[in-house]
């Protein structure tokens, strides 16, 4: 019963929050705010993990393909690490850091905003508080994880590229190669289908739980644990649905 009425709480306040906001000018610049908060402010992490997971993957790649029965031509490492990365890596696992970081941020500033009855006193006003609150989030992070996952890819790339450079295990211009090598056009949308359902998933679960938290401070970080770790598992059964529905 507790799972059926979240999911109908969920649904209602979506409802809410789609609603036609109020006045545009404040709108956009709440929708500027919750950029530079959920989006640039995660570009560093982001950079930092792609750049040295891509170093991973094409050494994994590389050991792979030498101990293998049959000789694979170095070149397949960068075609092979360009492919995870648009397939996998960057949507899924970069989605997951961001609703660790930013779905904890979402939820504590939602929750401390209910719990200081910041929330109450804007319904009194008459505002429509999800749509004032969350839309911008929703927004911000539909538009900006994209732009993020873009760097993901790119950085990713980048730290194969000074793995094999650094290392001598394979040469820059058969990487570059492999880089070049024609792959499925789809993938590049599958990726940026899973990076739109994730965004969403990421901008409104934690905004559930921090709009509904009861309770004081130590609620409030109860909640923000609850997002996060809700967000995570709906983003991994997620994953498994798109890649069924989309790769097969």
Do not use: H
């Not at 999911?7 to 036609?20: A, D, E, P, Q, T």
């Not at 492999?178 to 990076?195: A, R, V």
């Amino acid at each position: 019963m507790g799972m059926i009425s979240n999911i109908g709480m969920y649904s209602l306040l979506m409802v809410r929050v789609f609603k036609k906001p109020q006045r545009r000018r404040i709108f956009l610049k709440s929708l500027m705010r919750e950029i530079n908060d959920l989006g640039l402010n995660s570009v560093g992490l982001v950079v930092f993990t792609s750049f040295f997971v891509g170093a991973v993957v094409a050494i994994q790649m590389y050991n792979n393909f030498q101990t293998s029965s049959f000789p694979i031509p170095d070149y397949y490492v960068g075609y092979a690490t360009k492919v995870v990365l648009i397939l996998e890596f960057c949507p899924t696992i970069i989605s997951i850091v961001l609703a660790g970081k930013v779905g904890s941020f979402i939820a504590s500033s939602i929750g401390t905003m209910r719990v200081t009855e910041q929330i109450d006193a804007l319904e009194i006003m008459g505002v429509n508080t999800p749509s004032y609150l969350i839309l911008p989030k929703v927004v911000a992070s539909l538009f900006f994880n994209i732009i993020l996952i873009m760097i993901s890819v790119i950085m990713g790339i980048w730290g194969g590229y000074f793995a094999g450079d650094l290392s001598g295990s394979w040469a820059s211009a058969d990487y570059i190669q492999g880089l070049q090598m024609e792959s499925p056009s789809f993938y590049i949308y599958y990726c940026f289908i899973k990076t739109i359902v994730f965004s969403f998933m990421i901008a409104t679960v934690p905004s559930f739980y921090g709009y509904y938290v009861k309770g004081g401070s130590l609620e409030v970080g109860r909640s923000s644990t609850q997002a996060v770790v809700w967000t995570t598992v709906l983003i991994i059964i997620t994953n498994l649905v798109l890649t069924q529905l989309l790769l097969n």
